[in-house]
């Protein structure tokens, strides 16, 4: 990820498209996996079993965690593995990697770099968002230009 500003949130897909149901969402050249707990929580974890490396998004929602489709390995939201099939519980080494998350202005923003460093107050204050008729375009583009052109470009709002 060298080519990317890891220590920063990033919005990732719409408060109200994420469901209790496994969306891939590619992030920063990263996999990831996306989700909404029982409770509520949005949840994303890299697209990786850890055992196995299986795509999580293939996988399905149990009891508050994401299901590997290969094997059955539960995840939570933190990435912890909470059940291993045939097993009292789940190893502790199978972690699966997690990634912070912050809800505003209708989106679910990720935080891409080292989870210790992610501050909710560092997130871009964008007050017109919140006001009514503070109004914003939504949507995802592909662009054939450098990713700091387009940020040069989308930065200032």
Not at 87 to 98: D, L, T, V
Not at 123 to 130: C, F, S, T, Y
């Amino acid at each position: 990820m060298t080519d990317f500003l890891p220590d920063a949130w990033y919005a990732a897909v719409e408060s109200a498209a994420l469901v209790a149901q496994p969306q891939r969402c590619p992030l920063l050249a990263q996999p990831l996996v996306l989700w909404r707990t029982a409770s509520g929580q949005a949840a994303a974890l890299l697209d990786r079993c850890p055992h196995r490396l299986a795509p999580l998004s293939m996988g399905e929602i149990c009891d508050d965690a994401i299901a590997c489709p290969y094997h059955g390995l539960r995840f939570d939201a933190a990435g912890r593995c909470v059940l291993a099939p045939g097993q009292p519980s789940g190893p502790a080494r199978a972690q699966a990697r997690a990634f912070p998350v912050l809800e505003r202005y209708g989106l679910v923003f990720v935080w891409m770099g080292d989870p210790a460093l992610a501050d909710p107050a560092a997130m871009v204050e964008l007050p017109m968002w919140g006001e009514p008729g503070g109004e914003r375009t939504r949507g995802r583009a592909r662009f054939r230009a450098a990713w700091t052109l387009i940020a040069d470009n989308l930065i200032d709002p």
